[in-house]
């Protein structure tokens, strides 16, 4: 048995959103209890207490859209004029890295990613990866980290027609591959999407192929959809579509699939995505620093569209995404009144119901039976913290490292900032090593 406690709980529950002095009782992996502290640790003796000390009780967070394998690009010299536009970014860097990763890249890179996950409060994280150098096993290779860090992953492997048709069928070959045994071990820590890179990268034959086999392992699709403009023109000049209609068209889109980005979508796409009920990712900080643009989620929202929130690799930290989604969007329409609410309803709302319904369990909430993915965050608050006001407090005083402990599946992974489920000082230096011949590779 173990209990957090003494601090207020978030559980996201619209009857009973906050407790102050709450403690959450958990055993087996499951949430137990919900309820004041003193009754609590009254009613479960001798059970392990993690002491929040004052601080907030949460729900772990849920990212829909990243990219484990980005990481061995932080301070790498590209050795290449810099982009300045999104081809050039594909072609210059990730096309390039992604091309070099050899099966221990893509394990160390994974784990220091999800290292950092861990120490932002993220529990489930839906990764997207590409390796087409070592296609066969990679996804295996990043659930072996997740299975030692104790994250919980939904994967997928880069279908694309970029590097020739031997790397397309074998991408196709290892979303199933790993499809089947998510399946077969229905093991609640893993599940897994059938993977496409972009309309852009997918002619007619390999987008077929793709969504005939995902179709017949009953799985979704996770596909970066009008990320730039050069997606939807090269879309419309090529099959006189829209991007969001062709991918319709192949049974790409539905509830269990993702669309991340949608920067580039006119009301007829929002129209069909809503119609689809595909979970359409937003990526602030992503689209920011490909200058990209800026997605209309505002309208998507208003129009029915489902709408969760992402990171693509930038940053592990959903607190800042959430922070960043703010501001963009008040900064895009020159209205400092909008964007208040939905930032919050893409990460705590949106993200939480796909998750839930991708894994069968109820994820993003504090209740009775849950799976139990706690985060405890340092927070004093400076004003009254109420119900009514929660969410200016999480946009204006939290971030990522605020977490001091994460719990996954009950498992405590870290305790006052110390990782407990591995040496991550030595799964660091090992990734540090691995990326210093990578960059040489590069």
Not at 3 to 10: D, E, F, Q, S, T
Not at 387 to 396: C, E, M, P, S, V
Not at 399 to 421: E, F, H, P, S, Y
Request: with cysteine; proline share 4%; net charge negative.
């Amino acid at each position: 048995m173990l209990l957090i406690g003494n601090g207020c709980v978030i559980t996201r529950e619209p009857q009973n959103p906050m407790i102050e002095s709450g403690c959450v009782a958990i055993n087996s992996g499951r949430i137990v209890e919900i309820d004041d502290t003193t009754m609590l640790r009254g009613k479960y003796h001798g059970a392990t207490f993690v002491d929040a000390a004052g601080g907030l009780i949460m729900p772990g967070l849920i990212n829909t859209h990243m990219h484990f394998y980005s990481s061995f690009a932080r301070g790498m010299d590209l050795k290449a004029q810099s982009p300045q536009e999104f081809g050039q970014i594909l072609e210059r860097l990730w096309w390039r890295l992604d091309k070099v990763l050899k099966s221990e890249d893509v394990y160390y890179s994974a784990a220091v990613a999800m290292l950092d996950c861990i120490r932002n409060g993220v529990t489930t994280v839906f990764d997207h990866h590409a390796s087409p150098g070592c296609v066969e096993g990679s996804l295996f290779q990043v659930a072996d980290a997740a299975k030692q860090l104790g994250l919980r992953t939904c994967l997928c492997y880069e279908v694309s027609d970029r590097d020739g048709e031997v790397v397309a069928a074998q991408g196709i070959a290892e979303n199933a591959a790993y499809i089947r045994d998510c399946q077969q071990a229905n093991d609640p820590m893993r599940r897994a999407l059938f993977g496409l890179h972009a309309s852009f990268t997918l002619n007619d034959d390999l987008l077929r192929r793709s969504a005939e086999q995902a179709a017949e392992l009953g799985a979704g699709c996770h596909i970066h959809t009008s990320e730039a403009l050069s997606d939807a023109d090269d879309c419309r000049r090529r099959y006189g579509k829209r991007v969001v209609e062709r991918l319709r068209d192949f049974g790409v889109l539905g509830p269990s699939s993702i669309a991340a980005h949608c920067v580039h979508v006119d009301p007829y796409e929002m129209e069909i995505l809503q119609q689809q009920q595909s979970l359409v990712v937003h990526n602030p900080e992503s689209n920011m620093g490909n200058a990209v643009g800026c997605a209309p989620v505002l309208a998507m929202l208003r129009q029915g569209v489902r709408v969760g929130l992402g990171t693509d690799g930038y940053t592990a930290d959903m607190l800042e995404s959430l922070k960043v989604a703010n501001l963009l969007h008040k900064h895009a329409q020159r209205d400092a009144s909008v964007a208040w609410a939905e930032p919050h309803e893409m990460l705590f709302g949106q993200n939480a119901a796909f998750a839930s319904a991708c894994y069968g369990e109820t994820l993003g909430r504090l209740v009775p039976g849950a799976p139990a993915d706690v985060i405890v965050l340092d927070y004093e608050p400076p004003t009254p913290l109420t119900a009514d006001n929660l969410g200016a407090h999480i946009l204006f005083g939290c971030m990522g490292r605020a977490v001091r402990t994460t719990v996954v599946n009950g498992r405590v992974l870290m305790q006052d900032r110390q990782i407990l489920v591995a040496d991550s000082a030595k799964i660091t230096a090992a990734a540090r090593q691995q990326a210093t011949k990578l960059w040489q590779r590069f």
